[in-house]
């Protein structure tokens, strides 16, 4: 065929062979409503499906929002109800009947009560003698001895203040004469714990004192309340501080009047300390009262972390000579066994385990029984008060009392049981705990002891 020919032909292609050859693509607006048609359905079955959480989400934000609101506006917490000033009587069920744990005379029974002539026990003490550096210098301080000395005060806490009493000395401060000569503090006139002479005036005049002490600033200084004004003027209160607890208190405001007042507390402020262990510092005034009173017939000891509120002279009359005691103690009232308290003492890292089990060894090799009861007294006392006439064989008991705490832990509840076994002093007494929380209100330790860097030699 001719080549012109073939170059007339024309191919007709019809829609049908093309849309079967190659698919055409639909426009883009199409394609957009088709997309968003599903998206539609989709939220809407998500709507369909989710409702009542949709519904709970703004009820649940504004109740977060409005907690917040209220949180951010209360003013916290109420601190909790002090016991600072209370003067209502602690009580105790007596076969049905509620009655107080103290009871004391009326005030105007206490305006008329006068002090009994002297004691009316019959003790084998009557009179002791305090060993002092003066009346052993040729013991202590021959050439032969001072290596000795100064092992034993390497060895154990005892110093000029104490001095340096032998186990041979102690075993002998057991024994029970009609004389007794004991190592009692105040050994040395360089043993520290220096008063100044004004002071020592005004307690050379106490007949009755209520006393009590904080070193290292630990604690705040509570008035006295709940005397009858009969007693004011018979009664004492002395506070003993050091140099840490006046600068502490100034700092707070609190500063000693021109008489050496603060209320009604006479403040003492001892300087020299001899012991680094404030707590063994505070043994001083709190077992040594004979010695820092010396015409002084009663003592009562008060911890500085209560608050003292009852009548001094009545509380005398109610526990001492109602009872015919010439020492008052309140029982423990956690636990009764000396072996017991010395696993609680190590419980709450009051004392090392090793310090503890020499003590308590000391005292099984001695023959100290394992009871809860001596001489017909529950054998475990609770030391924070302290009520007694300072005659000599309280004050034998207390000087005692007073080697054992330095011998071996600052636990004076630790070593008062064996000092009682070894004693059975007469005269001594245990009031029970509600009638101590009847004498004081609890107010608890202000602040953490500051340590001592350094101490006399």
Known sequence: ????????????????????????????????????????????????????????????????????????????????????????????????????CLKLLSPKSLANLAFPEGTRLGYVVNRITYKSDDNDYDTYHSEANSTYLLQHAEATRFNLFTGFQTLAEREDSFKVNETVSVHCGFYSDNGGFKISEEDRRYMRACKVVVSTCAFGGGDDLYQPIGMD????????????????????????????????MIGRWRIIVVRSLPFVDQRLNGKIPKMLAHRLFPEARYSIWVDSKYQFRRDPIGVLEALLWRTNSTFAISEHGARSNIYGEGKAIVQKHKATPEEVEVQLTQ????????????????????????????????????????????????????????????????????????????????????????PLTQTNP
Not at 365 to 388: C, F, N, W, Y
Not at 390 to 418: G, I, K
Not at 430 to 437: A, D, I, K, L, Y
Request: hydrophobic letters at 40%.
């Open 229 to 260: 004004n009969s007693s004011i003027g018979r009664v004492c209160y002395v506070a003993f501080w050091d140099e840490v607890t006046l600068s502490t208190q100034e700092a707070e405001r609190k500063v000693i009047g021109d008489d050496g």
């Open 363 to 450: 005292y099984r090799q001695d023959g100290m029984p394992d009871t809860k009861r001596l001489h017909g007294l529950k054998a475990l006392a609770e030391a924070s008060v302290i009520v007694r006439e300072l005659t000599p064989a309280p004050n034998h008991f207390m000087c005692a009392w007073f080697n054992e705490v330095v011998r071996f832990t600052s636990r004076d509840q630790l070593s008062f049981p064996y000092v009682l076994w070894r004693l059975n002093m007469h005269g001594m007494s245990m009031f029970p705990v509600c009638t101590r929380r009847d004498l004081v209100n609890s107010l608890g330790h202000t602040r953490k002891v500051k």
């Open 1 to 100: 065929m001719p080549s012109s020919t073939i170059r007339s032909i024309s191919i007709t292609v019809s829609d049908d062979d093309g849309a079967a050859a190659a698919p055409t693509r639909r426009p883009r607006a199409v394609r957009r409503k088709a997309a968003g048609r599903s998206l539609g359905q989709r939220a809407v079955r998500l709507v369909a499906r989710w409702w009542p959480v949709l519904l709970l989400l703004p009820a649940v934000a504004l109740l977060l929002f409005e907690a917040s609101r209220l949180r951010a506006s209360s003013p916290g917490p109420a601190p909790p109800v002090s016991s600072l000033g209370r003067l209502d009587p602690t009580t105790h069920l007596v076969h049905g009947v509620r009655e107080p």
